[in-house]
């Protein structure tokens, strides 16, 4: 009776660390892509590179920054 209890546990821990590592990867799966961060040469803010403005070699949060530097 032990022994199939053991076995029992043994296939049960084994079903649970499949789940948990098939629900990593579906999270992995499912996270944006990283950015680079570029720093806003007015007021040092940093933000996605895409949401940012280059202007004359550096980088803007805003047209106001990029207007007053």
Do not use: N
């Amino acid at each position: 009776m032990i022994k199939y209890l053991l076995l029992l546990a043994v296939i049960a821990a084994v079903v649970w660390f499949l789940a948990a590592g098939a629900r990593a990867r579906r999270r992995q799966a499912e996270s944006p892509p990283a950015q680079d961060m570029v720093r806003c040469a007015h007021c040092g803010v940093f933000q996605p590179r895409s949401e940012s403005i280059l202007a004359r070699g550096r980088f803007y949060c805003s047209t106001e920054h990029e207007r007053l530097h």
